[in-house]
C-alpha cells in the first residue's frame, strides 16, 4: 500500500508539472514565435497535452484499482465481523434491515466519495509542491 501510495503522489505529481510545464511553454513559445516557428510551437504543444492526459489516464486508473481494493477489503471484514458476532446478544437484538442498511451506506459511502476526495486532497498537494518548486526557481 506505501508503494501504491508512492506511485499515484508521484503520477499526480508529474501531471501537475507537466500542467506547469506547459503553461511556461506557452509563454516562451508567444515571446520567440520567430525563432521556434508556429509549427514547431503546435508540435511541442500537443506532446506536452498528450503526456498529461496520459498521467491523467493512469492516475484515474491507479485511483480506480485503489479505491475497489479499499471497497473489496473493508466489505470483506465488515461480512467477517458479521458472521463471527454473537447470535444472542447481536443477531437476535439488531434487526436484519438495519444491518443490511448499515452495510449500504458505508459502501456506498466508501465508493462515492473517498476516492474523490482523496483525489482532491492529492492535487491540493501537489499543486502545493510545484508552487513551491516554482517560486523557488524565481
Known amino acids: 500500500t506505501k508503494t501504491m501510495f508512492c506511485i499515484i503522489f ?8 507537466m500542467k506547469s510545464a506547459s503553461e511556461f511553454f506557452i509563454k516562451y513559445w508567444m515571446q520567440n514565435t520567430d525563432t521556434l516557428g508556429i509549427w514547431n510551437g503546435y508540435y511541442i504543444l500537443i506532446g ?3 503526456l498529461i492526459t496520459i498521467f491523467s489516464v493512469i492516475r ?4 480506480f484499482n485503489g479505491s475497489l481494493n479499499l471497497s473489496y477489503n473493508l466489505h470483506y471484514n465488515m461480512i467477517i465481523s458479521l458472521v463471527k458476532a454473537p447470535i444472542n446478544l447481536f443477531h437476535d437484538k439488531t434487526p436484519k434491515g438495519r444491518i443490511i ?14 476516492p474523490y ?7 491540493c498537494i501537489t499543486n502545493i509542491i510545484v508552487l513551491i518548486g516554482v517560486a523557488a526557481y524565481f
Do not use: A, M
Request: net charge negative; aromatic share 16%.
Open 101 to 114: 442498511s448499515r452495510l449500504t451506506n458505508d459502501i456506498f459511502y466508501l465508493d462515492r466519495h473517498i
Open 117 to 123: 476526495e482523496f483525489s482532491f486532497y492529492l492535487v
Open 10 to 17: 508521484c503520477i499526480f505529481l508529474l501531471s501537475q508539472v
Open 48 to 50: 506536452i497535452t498528450v
Open 60 to 63: 484515474l486508473i491507479l485511483l
